[in-house]
């Protein structure tokens, strides 16, 4: 089996992004739920990186600029993410997220 | 003092004004509503005075005031005011008498609930016949000719509660309206033919000489001249008015109204309104005088009616019983006089006369008015009598007016103007019948006249309420005796050696006047004539006075059958119940029928067939519309139910969602072949 690097990155990706998704769906705390989204953006990010790196015309900086915007973005929507559970936690003492299930509380 | 022709207006505004004030007094204001009529009278008297002196300064002007009253296609419709000596002395004229007479009606109507009505309605009319008298434009007149109608509808119909009254109203109201659709058809082919409706207007007036030549030489059916026909539907209207035959029956009918009403309006100016709109577009009649040959003069209609009406109205007269139809037949009589003067071509003669009438029979309807006032509103002659000593004022002012009426010699106006009337017919050469029948009236008249005084009069009282009468307060006393001086002096404003009132009625400045000499033997006649009248009554009535109420009537026994057809006024009323009545009655139940039948049933059908279709609307609406609406409705509810319920909270769920989706859109992405 004769693998370019593109592919070894694109499998890893893959790889990483299967079980950010499983860390996701499997787990019950809201802080692992959403260490497991921020896996899945980062298994995104790579393949940014990964298909500008070796694509067909490299040009200077696209991919990279890409990245760090989904990264700032990542870091805004984790504020937020971090925030809701504070707010989860205080209002039923717990981060369980299938109890978070009433929008009237 | 004199009144220019801009502000002739202000004469019959200010009786309107009092009308107005009268109509928003309330029941108690009996001094407002009564002081604001005869102030408004009497300065409308003084302002007539004004009138006539500036008319008087040149009689042959027509001086005219004409203003636009709106536009109308490319012209516009004029209306104006109109000032000459025959506006001048009519306008004189009514607001006087209507003055006596409002005052006098202060003591008549002192009883009545409604007098504030009573002056607002007296002064509606004399602004109506005001109105009437100043216009300058065919169409004013006919506005002011139909108000006068109502004015006189609402008063012969002031007892209302009295049915004779009611039925007295709407006869009046209806024959009139039978002759004025006449005159408003005459007017409307006059505007046809001429375009204006003006009858002075600086040479472009329907009087004048361009449109009078235009209507002359234009013939219409029966080979009549234009001028001819309109002449005869406008007399139509004043053979209405006027009371002349054959629509004369409304007039007797009219003394179911207050004395006051009949004295003003159905004997002193409105029933004069008829012969003042022919002398107004007397150049109109008389044109058709200069064709060589015509079918038919005008004027030789009119002389005819008035003829006929002057007999027949004096021959009724004879043999009623009631003191005010008596008056009243006397008026139709007179008021064919003044037609067949018009008709005979003397209109100065029939002005004249019409002046003079106007006073000694408001005096006659006043006296009349004074001794049933006293009598406690007993009309009937038979029941009256021996009046004479309690009521002597009423007695010797109304010995004068009726010695005014039938024309007794030298003194008395009437004598004047009728000896004028009888002259113009006489020298009438179409025919001489017209002066008979005058000849014969002048008779009857004396005849009648004489037979009322006797028999209300003298004598004893042959009634409870006759014994009982005695003179009423100055109030209604005072008119009577100015009424009274008046019906001896006006004559002595037209007399042959000094036809003063004549001239200026033609225009001239200078007057005239012949010693009485010429024409004496018509004098003479007419004089033996009179004599003969009073002489004839005063010897069946006077000399064998009435004993009893119930006593036949000395001709009664005489002449039956004539003296019931005279009774019976030639049986016009049974006549036209027969005739019109019955015809009217027959189209009445024709449309009752079709009304209740043929219109009716078309509704009932129209109503069942709404019905019909409201049913099944209903039926429609219960069913198709909201059943569709409800299954609708149950099943949008059915969906949303279906959706809340994936609507779960769990986000783990949402999530397991959207990782499936993706994973079938990966594998769908694959299999299509990677694009």
New interface residues.
């Given amino acids: 089996m004769n693998l370019d690097p593109l592919h070894l990155c694109l499998i890893f990706s893959s790889a990483l992004f299967c079980i950010g998704l499983i860390g996701t769906l499997a787990r019950s705390n809201t802080i692992l739920v959403l260490l497991g989204i921020e896996l899945m953006l980062n298994a995104a990010n790579l393949n940014f990186i990964a298909f500008w790196r070796y694509g067909p015309s490299p040009v200077p900086a696209t991919g990279v600029l890409f990245v760090l915007f989904s990264i700032a973005v990542a870091a805004a929507e984790a504020a937020v993410g971090l925030a809701l559970v504070i707010a989860i936690y205080r209002h039923q003492k717990n981060v369980r997220l299938q109890e978070a299930n009433h929008l009237k509380g | 003092m004199s009144l220019s022709v801009q502000l002739l207006w202000l004469i019959p505004a200010l009786p309107l004004l009092a009308a107005g004030i009268g109509a928003l007094t309330p029941r108690r204001g009996r001094g407002l509503a009564a002081g604001a009529a005869i102030g408004a009278m009497g300065i409308a008297f003084l302002l007539s005075c004004g009138a006539l002196t500036t008319a008087l300064a040149h009689p042959a002007a027509h001086a005219a005031h004409n203003f636009a009253w709106f536009d109308l296609g490319l012209g516009a419709l004029r209306l104006g005011w109109l000032l000459d000596p025959l506006t001048a002395f009519m306008c004189v004229m009514v607001t006087f008498v209507g003055l006596l007479i409002f005052i006098f009606s202060v003591g008549y109507m002192h009883e009545d609930a409604n007098f504030t009505r009573f002056f607002c309605f007296l002064s509606l009319f004399a602004a109506a016949m005001l109105g009437l008298l100043v216009a300058n434009s065919l169409l004013l007149l006919f506005i002011c000719w139909e108000l006068v109608g109502l004015a006189s509808y609402l008063l012969i119909g002031f007892w209302f509660h009295k049915p004779a009254a009611a039925a007295a109203a709407k006869k009046a109201f209806i024959t009139t309206r039978i002759g004025d659709l006449g005159l408003l058809l005459g007017m409307l082919w006059l505007y046809d033919s001429t375009g204006s409706l003006l009858f002075y207007d600086g040479g472009a007036g329907v009087l004048e000489p361009n449109a009078l030549g235009s209507l002359v030489a234009q013939t219409t059916v029966g080979g009549l001249a234009v001028s001819t026909a309109i002449g005869l539907l406008i007399f139509c209207g004043a053979i209405g008015k006027s009371g002349q035959f054959p629509l004369h029956v409304w007039l007797p009918d009219a003394m179911e109204g207050p004395t006051p009403v009949s004295a003003l309006i159905h004997a002193a100016t409105m029933v004069a309104a008829g012969v003042f709109l022919i002398a107004r577009v007397y150049p109109l009649m008389a044109v058709d005088q200069l064709l060589a040959a015509p079918p038919l003069h005008a004027l030789t209609v009119v002389a005819t009616i008035g003829a006929i009406t002057a007999l027949m109205g004096a021959l009724i007269g004879v043999a009623q019983s009631d003191i005010k139809r008596i008056l009243a037949f006397s008026t139709v009589s007179q008021l064919g006089y003044m037609m067949l003067a018009l008709g005979v071509g003397s209109w100065v003669a029939a002005i004249f006369h019409l002046l003079t009438h106007a006073f000694f029979k408001a005096l006659l309807f006043l006296g009349a008015g004074s001794v049933i006032h006293a009598a406690h509103h007993e009309q009937d002659i038979r029941q009256l009598g021996g009046l004479r000593g309690p009521m002597r004022t009423t007695f010797a002012t109304f010995a004068i007016g009726t010695m005014a009426l039938t024309g007794v010699p030298f003194l008395f106006s009437g004598f004047w103007s009728k000896e004028g009337i009888l002259h113009a017919a006489h020298e009438w050469d179409v025919s001489h019948l017209p002066f008979y029948a005058g000849l014969a009236a002048v008779v009857l008249t004396a005849f009648y006249m004489t037979r009322l005084v006797a028999e209300t009069f003298y004598g004893s009282a042959r009634s409870d309420s006759a014994s009982h009468a005695h003179e009423n307060p100055s109030v209604m006393t005072l008119p009577l005796v100015i009424l009274a001086v008046c019906a001896i002096a006006l004559g002595f404003l037209g007399t042959p050696v000094w036809p003063w009132l004549q001239a200026r009625l033609l225009g001239q400045e200078e007057v005239h006047g012949h010693s009485l000499l010429e024409g004496g033997g018509l004098m003479i006649l007419s004089i033996f004539l009179v004599a003969l009248g009073l002489g004839v009554g005063w010897a069946i009535y006077g000399r064998k006075l009435r004993v009893s109420a119930a006593a036949p009537d000395p001709l009664e026994t005489a002449l039956p059958p004539v003296f019931a057809t005279l009774r019976a006024k030639f049986g016009f009323d049974e006549l036209y119940a027969a005739t019109v009545g019955r015809l009217n009655n027959a189209i009445a139940v024709v449309a009752d029928l079709l009304d209740r039948y043929v219109w009716d049933g078309a509704i009932r059908f129209l109503a069942v067939l709404g019905e019909f279709v409201g049913v099944v609307s209903r039926e429609t609406d219960g069913d198709a519309l909201n059943g569709g609406f409800n299954a609708t409705s149950e099943s949008l509810r059915d969906g949303g139910k279906a959706y809340s319920r994936a609507q ?5 769920g949402y ?2 969602v959207i ?1 499936i989706g993706f994973v079938l859109l990966v594998l769908a992405v694959m299999l299509g072949g990677g694009r």
Avoid: I, M, S, Y
């Fill in positions: 779960t909270g769990e986000a783990h999530l397991r990782a």
